[in-house]
């Protein structure tokens, strides 16, 4: 079986269970004052806010969300549900299992592929923990940059965040990517049809 195919498999397995979180970006009816768009994803009733500035395009399914900076070429950050779980210690024998399915997720086609670093707890927000991969690439012709980062969302729910960018883009996008992640939040019920701010 295609690697990219069983790993897409999996995650949908893992989507399937009722404590997954649904990927699929909803935009909030309410308006809003700053120059922000508000979305948010759902698990049952619980709401999960964030917001996005306006030259971010949101898409998805119940199974990947996908930001596309459209100010910026090629570059994206998307959100899936891992194949791994939290239960997998992100360290010893761990490791080597987050390694060899970061590596796995890089396109066919990657040429010189370089991990350029790991960074434990690379996105320390919100009680999450977490660990990242980050590598270049050349591929079809240009040099890319690509952090891949396994992040426990709860103690039952693991997600597989990618950003990647032309490698002289990637701290830019890198830090919008960051900023989406860290406006994250639980909704209060309701909330979504509250003007932000009141």
């Given at each position: ?108 086609g990657s040429l010189n592929v370089v991990l350029e ?23 079809y012709g240009v040099s890319v940059k690509k952090s ?35 406006s994250i939040y639980e909704m209060k019920p309701g ?8």
């Amino acid at each position: 079986m295609n690697r990219f195919v069983l790993i897409t498999s999996l995650s949908f397995g893992l989507l399937l269970s009722c404590d997954a979180l649904d990927l699929n970006p909803h935009r909030r009816v309410a308006g809003v004052e700053d120059a922000t768009s508000r979305y948010y994803f759902q698990n049952d009733a619980k709401k999960m806010g964030f917001r996005v500035d306006p030259k971010t395009q949101v898409s998805g399914n119940p199974a990947k969300a996908v930001f596309e900076f459209s100010d910026l070429e090629t570059a994206w950050m998307t959100i899936v549900h891992s194949a791994l779980t939290p239960d997998i210690p992100f360290d010893g024998d761990g490791l080597k299992k987050y390694h060899d399915l970061a590596a796995a997720s890089l396109p066919a086609g990657s040429l010189n592929v370089v991990l350029e670093k790991e960074i434990p707890n690379a996105i320390p927000i919100n009680g999450w923990t977490s660990h990242q991969y980050v590598f270049t690439c050349n591929f079809y012709g240009v040099s890319v940059k690509k952090s891949l980062t396994f992040l426990n969302f709860s103690g039952k729910e693991q997600l597989l965040i990618t950003v990647s960018a032309p490698v002289n883009d990637y701290a830019k996008v890198y830090g919008r990517s960051y900023g989406i992640l860290n406006s994250i939040y639980e909704m209060k019920p309701g909330e979504e049809f509250v003007q932000p701010g009141n």
